[in-house]
């Protein structure tokens, strides 16, 4: 259960519409390569550490964070790492149910055959006539958010398991297909080029945040959305041996996604740094002119948007259960708030691919021409997840007593463990505030 709904929170929209835009967006190999490097280093320590806690202190993350203080004797206030996370999560949900929506509108586009025998410049034009409307992207926002409270009404766990068990591999399996017809169709040397040729003057410390960021982002790091699910493992389940499983399998999506994506973009002369429309007018071309197009079109949409599903509970799970421990909600009220919480939210993201391109606000500042859906997934990915990240580490690694972290990781070999504890008190914290830094011009 615990591989199957970690996995399932994992791999998401992160891997397949949004790995591939940021990888376009920084300029191939050079952001392949650290994002490599940050889920080794940053990424699977914390991750392990969140499983730990998780399954120490089985509960939601807020309350998971204030037992788990109290157990080792320590303030209460690290229960503000949960709440921080959970904000995290609705914030995060907020433009990722936007995004999810685009899915779902373009399942019905597959459906109405409107990509077979497309033009590049025909795909452009579905895509822009979608974003421009505010009330169809609030429409679509709106029913995803619907699909997803309505899993969470009913209790996480029921369905959760089937979803990920048959339609996970379905996903896995038509990507290989893409990844093939890219191979035939497509400038498949061009893209094998630009993801895993490192131009090293593509590094900026932008790129190197974006790339941890996204680290975070593709693992359900930072948040408590794998420390939910971390209580649900077993007692004698191996805690590292499992994240590396999920970690390289979400690894693999995310490459397989660029591969079967920037073959259609180069072929096609398509612009790589398109940004966040990328896979909208990529794959479209692809299912068009393919054999069975229409079908495989229709099933990827599909699947991406379950894929996006089990992503999506995961972010506000940890909130409303929270909300059912503290305020005593019946849990039918706590998703009623925050469902509606994050749909409100999420109008900001639909306003800011059309009527807010960018907010006037900040001209001036840093943040000057980006939108307000820019700046939610600046501030989650790149600076709330981090954060919670190091965080956790510092609470697995450093605060708990030494006897509790080995007795609860029992990691087969006494290396392995070490290596861990290395990792989450050094390396991981170090690493991101180092990048903090740099990106603020300070090292
Ligand atoms: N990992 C998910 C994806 O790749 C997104 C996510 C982020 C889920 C944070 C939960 C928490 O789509």
């Known amino acids: 259960m615990f591989v199957l709904a970690a996995a399932g929170s994992a791999v998401g929209l992160g891997n397949v519409w949004k790995f591939p835009y940021m990888a376009g967006d920084s300029g ?10 940050c889920i080794a280093l940053l990424g699977l320590p ?52 936007v995004i999810a929506g685009w899915t779902l509108a373009y399942v019905l586009e597959a459906a109405e055959g409107s990509f077979s025998g497309i033009s590049a410049q025909g795909v452009g034009e579905i895509f822009n006539r979608l974003v421009a ?63 895993f040729t490192p131009d090293f003057s593509k590094i900026t410390p932008d790129v190197v945040l974006k790339a941890m960021g996204q680290a975070f982002f593709t693992l359900s790091l930072g948040m408590g959305a794998i420390m939910m699910y971390g209580a649900y493992l077993p007692e004698d389940a191996s805690i590292a041996s499992t994240s590396v499983q999920v970690a390289l399998t979400d690894t693999l999506i995310a490459i397989l996604a660029g591969l079967a994506i920037f073959p259609i973009v180069f072929a096609n002369g398509l612009e790589a740094g398109q940004g966040p429309g990328l896979i909208f007018t990529t794959l479209p071309l692809a299912f068009g002119h393919m054999p069975g197009g229409t079908l495989f079109g229709l099933l990827f949409f599909i699947l991406l948007v379950f894929a996006a599903w089990t992503s999506a509970i995961s972010m506000i799970e940890p909130a409303v259960a929270w909300m059912v421990e503290k305020f005593s909600f019946t849990r039918f ?11 409100a939210i ?24 980006k939108s307000f859906f820019d700046l939610l997934d600046y501030l989650t990915s790149n600076i709330m997840l981090p954060l919670g990240g190091i965080l956790i580490c510092l609470f697995a690694a450093w605060v708990m007593s030494e006897p509790s972290r080995r007795d609860e990781l ?25 990048i903090f830094l740099h990106v603020l011009g300070i090292v």
């Open 346 to 369: 999420g109008a900001g993201t639909v306003l800011s691919f059309n009527l807010w391109t960018r907010v006037r606000l900040l001209d001036g500042t840093a943040f000057e021409g």
């Open 410 to 434: 029992r990691i087969g070999h006494p290396a392995g463990y070490v290596l861990w504890r290395f990792l989450a008190r050094y390396i991981a914290p170090l690493g991101v505030v180092l």
């Open 133 to 195: 409307d505010p009330w169809r992207l609030m429409f679509w926002h709106t029913l995803f958010m619907v699909l997803t409270m309505f899993v969470i009404l009913r209790g996480v766990r029921r369905g959760l398991e089937a979803a990920v068990r048959f339609l996970m591999p379905g996903l896995f399996l038509l990507i290989l297909v893409m990844v093939v017809y890219a191979v035939i169709a497509g400038d498949f040397l061009g893209g094998l080029r630009f993801l």
């Open 333 to 343: 009220r706590s998703s009623l708030v925050c469902g509606l919480i994050v749909w």
């Open 28 to 37: 191939g190999g050079a952001f392949v390569l650290l994002y490599f490097v």
């Open 46 to 97: 914390v991750m392990i550490s969140e499983v730990l806690l998780g399954r120490r202190g089985r509960s939601s993350p807020a309350n998971t964070m204030r037992t788990l203080a109290r157990e080792e004797g320590q303030s209460p206030l690290w229960g503000m790492l949960g709440v921080m996370g959970m904000l995290t999560g609705l914030l995060i949900l907020s433009y990722y149910s």
